[in-house]
């Protein structure tokens, strides 16, 4: 079903929000959908290739747009897990800093 850990992580993330009544389950198939066919737009192959990178953008757009966190915040926990991940040795669970 993944084909890397990121992938999961931004499925539970987005399984977890909403169940904590972030945003309803129809407004993140409607944030997906329209993600996915902006992407149709754009002229993206539509094989299921980049699946996960729209389901990552509609969730990142969705927290932002519910002020989740704000735009800012969201580039800054994007670095940090840039930082982390490049930091961390192989085989180790990537983890943040304080």
Do not use: C
């Not at 993330?13 to 996915?36: M, P």
């Amino acid at each position: 079903m993944f084909a890397a850990p990121w992938q999961a992580q931004a499925f539970a993330i987005a399984v977890r929000l909403s169940e904590q009544g972030h945003f309803s389950w129809s407004q993140w198939a409607d944030a997906l959908g329209a993600e996915l066919q902006s992407a149709v737009d754009r002229g993206e192959p539509d094989d299921g290739s980049r699946y996960y990178d729209h389901w990552l953008a509609a969730l990142e757009r969705l927290v932002t747009s519910k002020a989740l966190l704000s735009p800012g915040e969201l580039r800054e926990r994007r670095d940090a897990w840039v930082y982390a991940y490049r930091h961390t040795p192989h085989g180790m669970p990537v983890t943040l800093r304080e």
